[in-house]
């Protein structure tokens, strides 16, 4: 018979690659949480998708949001940079995520 039982991530402390894998995600978490926080509700629904070295990439929900993202990209910039983690990010990409569709 199979343990069913469900742990708490939240706190999983594995060393190497994994335990790297598990503090990124809680940091990826955190900034789109902030994020969240930050936008207006003409972006509802952008999520962040990807941040490497100073790029960040966006996912929007639908063509239309994602075409006034790619139109508003200083101002998003604007908003990423006020995140603390992610001052020093110099562009922003906007990517629409197929998976809404």
């Known amino acids: 018979m199979k343990d069913k039982?469900?742990?708490?991530l939240t706190n999983f402390k594995p060393s190497g690659e994994l335990g790297e894998m598990f503090e990124k995600?809680?940091?990826?978490?955190?900034?789109?949480?902030?994020l969240q926080?930050?936008?207006p509700p003409q972006f509802k629904g952008v999520t962040?998708?990807?941040?490497?070295?100073q790029k960040v990439t966006l996912l929007a929900?639908?063509?239309?949001?994602?075409y006034r993202a790619e139109k508003q990209q200083p101002a998003l910039l604007a908003i990423i940079q006020?995140?603390?983690?992610?001052?020093?990010i110099k562009t922003v990409s906007i990517k629409l995520d197929k998976n809404q569709s």
């Not at 962040?48 to 070295?53: E, F, G, M, N, P």
């Open 5 to 8: 039982t469900t742990a708490n």
């Open 25 to 34: 995600a809680k940091l990826h978490n955190h900034f789109n949480t902030l």
């Open 37 to 39: 926080d930050l936008l």
């Open 48 to 53: 962040l998708c990807l941040v490497k070295k």
């Open 61 to 66: 929900p639908n063509p239309s949001i994602a």
């Open 82 to 88: 006020q995140i603390e983690g992610l001052t020093l």
